[in-house]
């Protein structure tokens, strides 16, 4: 066999289409079987155009003439498949006639894979999103349980270490009469009532820097001074709570069921921490919750009662009368305080 | 001194779980290589798809991009994969198609082959079946 038999015999089995044609009128001259695999309808002596009909010509004349180079892309249907055909013309002599080799490679391939890539993207981003969006829902679900700072250092860590906070002042709220006021009216009604007054206390509570710990049922407890140390805590407790109780008062002026609560105040050390491991929930506790818990025994109805500590940490906006002794700690009777507002005496009863 | 009984609340790796939930199991997709692996299975099914005489026409006028997008999603929705569709998802696709049983059957023996040819354990794959059999009576007039 000769080298020019060999040659063509290469020619014809490779995988790539292989195509000679007459450059003056683009008329198929040779093609190998891969070639004629892709485009069986093409005879020797047809016109490329009749195969490739969207083919730019006068680009493909012009590179040829100049660079003596050209490729562009062809996508069609081969049986039900979609193929796309890498085309590269180069410009040669054939015995002195200028002809164009062209070279195809199936790209199809590659073209299928960039689809499944676009499609398998498109559902990571999609899911991706909705794990950012559920992701939000847990974090605004464990912000409303704990402080950010003590969340952020459990994102961070994964633990939480419990921490003491000396001073904070803590306020306690129950409602006179709820027991009774749960059976005389419907749970729907009792629920949506607790809700609005618990959300006014909140945002009281956020206003003067006095965060909700806990609601249990009648029992609303709010921490100021935690997690973040302040000074004025006695202060942010004392508003707020001054601030409850005006809100009730203007509630129940326009209101059929009536709310008449008791407030205790109490400024001392407290612990923070994460207490459980799978039913966890941050919680505040110690003497200044218990200390407060107490108190508010001791008010009269819309009466806020406070400890020595708290009282000795308020300014001149508040006003204190002794109003009794207690033993919050011990055995030891210590005297408790009356708190009101200064300012708002005048104007309104509290 | 009142903190003794609480030490440290450590959540571990997994942050927090609920009473009982057992460490997720690991979705066949991932068993399998993901992305990289399934792909393959992908492609390759979606060969012997276009090449099959019976459910081969289903796909005669459609857009090949559209074709892999939905072989994608199909062989990731089985495999536990990042697609899921619901049942009424999957009946409104396939209503204006005539898929007989005949189809259905010819595209399950096509998937069970292309699973077994990448090495999916005969275990694996009747989960796999299972859960496409599943799907019959959505896409079957």
């Known amino acids: 066999m000769t080298i020019a038999a060999i040659n063509e015999q290469l020619l014809r089995a490779i995988g790539v289409g292989v195509a000679l044609l007459d450059l003056e009128t683009l008329r198929l001259r040779f093609c190998n079987d891969t070639f004629r695999g892709w485009f069986g ?57 200028p002809i164009a080799v062209l070279v195809c490679q199936n790209i199809s391939r590659i ?88 959300t006014a206390f909140d945002r009281i509570g956020e206003q003067f820097g006095c ?12 921490v100021a001074g935690l997690p973040d140390p302040t000074e004025d805590h006695a202060q942010a407790a004392a508003n707020a709570a001054i601030r409850f109780m005006r809100y009730l008062h203007q509630r129940n002026a326009s209101h059929p069921i009536q709310w008449s609560c008791r407030v205790g105040i109490a400024s001392g050390p407290v612990v923070g921490s994460v207490v459980g491991v799978q039913k966890y929930i941050y919680d505040v506790f110690g003497p200044a919750v218990i200390y407060a818990s107490r108190l508010r025994y001791m008010a009269e109805p819309m009466t806020i009662t406070g400890n020595g500590a708290v009282v000795a940490a308020l300014d001149n906006q508040f006003s204190a009368t002794e109003a009794g002794t207690l033993a919050l700690s011990g055995e030891s009777e210590e005297p408790v305080f009356r708190i009101s507002a200064e300012q708002m005496r005048a104007g309104q009863e509290l | 001194m009142f903190a003794e009984d609480y030490q440290t609340t450590d959540f571990g790796d997994e942050g927090p779980r609920g009473p009982g939930e057992e460490r997720m199991q690991k979705s066949l997709f991932e068993k399998y290589g993901g992305f990289s692996v399934v792909s393959k299975i992908v492609l390759d099914l979606y060969d012997r798809l276009l090449d099959d005489d019976d459910v081969g026409p289903f796909f005669d006028e459609i857009d090949m991009a559209r074709i892999v997008d939905h072989q994608t999603k199909f062989v990731s929705s089985l495999m536990g994969g990042p697609a899921s569709y619901s049942d009424e998802q999957i009946r409104r696709m396939h209503a204006h198609l005539e898929i007989h049983q005949l189809h259905f059957d010819k595209l399950q023996s096509l998937l069970r082959a292309t699973l077994a040819d990448h090495g999916v354990a005969p275990g694996d794959q009747e989960a796999i079946l299972a859960a496409f059999e599943a799907r019959r009576a959505l896409v079957t007039g």
Do not use: W
Not at chain 1, 46 to 62: K, T, Y
Not at chain 1, 71 to 88: G, K, P, Q
């Open chain 1, 211 to 222: 965060a909700r710990i806990r609601a249990v049922g009648d029992l609303y407890i709010g």
């Open chain 1, 111 to 198: 073209k299928e894979l960039e689809s499944m890539i676009d499609s398998y993207s498109a559902m990571v981003e999609r899911n991706t999103r909705e794990i950012k969006r559920e992701k939000e829902q847990v974090e605004k679900l464990l912000l409303n349980m704990m402080p950010r700072s003590v969340y952020e250092e459990y994102k961070t860590f994964g633990i939480v270490t419990p921490r003491l906070y000396d001073p904070v002042s803590v306020v306690c709220i129950d409602f006179i009469g709820f027991a009774e006021m749960v059976t005389e009216h419907e749970p729907a009604v009792i629920v949506s009532e607790l809700n609005d007054i618990y």
């Open chain 1, 41 to 97: 309808e093409m005879e020797v002596g047809s016109n490329l155009l009749e195969q490739f009909g969207d083919l730019d010509v006068e680009a493909l004349r012009a590179a040829l003439t100049s660079e003596g180079r050209y490729a562009t892309e062809s996508t069609f249907r081969l049986r039900r498949r979609t193929m796309t055909v890498a085309m590269d013309f180069n410009r040669a002599l054939d015995e002195d006639e």
